[in-house]
Structures are given as C-alpha cells and as structure tokens.
C-alpha cells in the first residue's frame, strides 16, 4: 500500500487488532479460549478494533487534507 507511515502504522495496527478478535472469536466458537477469553473480553477487544480503525481513518483523512466531519462515516 502506498500512504504515509502515519497511516501505514495506524492501518498495521487495526490488521493486529481484527486479527486479535477474529482469533478470540473463534476459539469461543470452538469451545477453546484462551485462559481469560469470555464474550466479554471479546467485546471489549472489538471496541478497541472500532477505536483503531476511526484512528487510522483520522489519520488518512489528514494526509488528504479532508475537514473531519466532511465526509459520512
């Protein structure tokens, strides 16, 4: 991907964090957590996903020179 490493890092950072939920997720579905791993420490891993991800959409939307606000979710 071409973009700026603030971007770059940000866009690293929410593929660490899906990753983390979909492999948490997963493992609850098969029965298997990891020691800790409960619906709830999967919802709040997929909060801090939405949190990354609005980052790293802030941080894209820097680089373009775009107003926040100025565009729909």
Same mark, same amino acid.
């Given at each position: ?11 690293? &950072? ?5 990753? +983390? ?8 579905? !098969? ?29 894209? !939307?820097? +680089? ?5 606000? &100025?565009? &729909?979710?």
């Amino acid at each position: 991907m071409a973009a700026p490493d603030g971007v770059l890092a940000r866009a690293a &950072s929410v593929n660490r964090a899906l990753n +983390d939920v979909y492999g948490q997720v997963k493992r609850l579905e !098969r029965g298997a957590p990891e020691p800790g791993e409960t619906a709830a420490t999967a919802s709040l891993a997929k909060e801090e996903a939405w949190r990354r991800i609005s980052a790293m959409r802030a941080a894209m !939307r820097h +680089d373009l020179w775009v107003p926040e606000g &100025s565009l &729909s979710a």
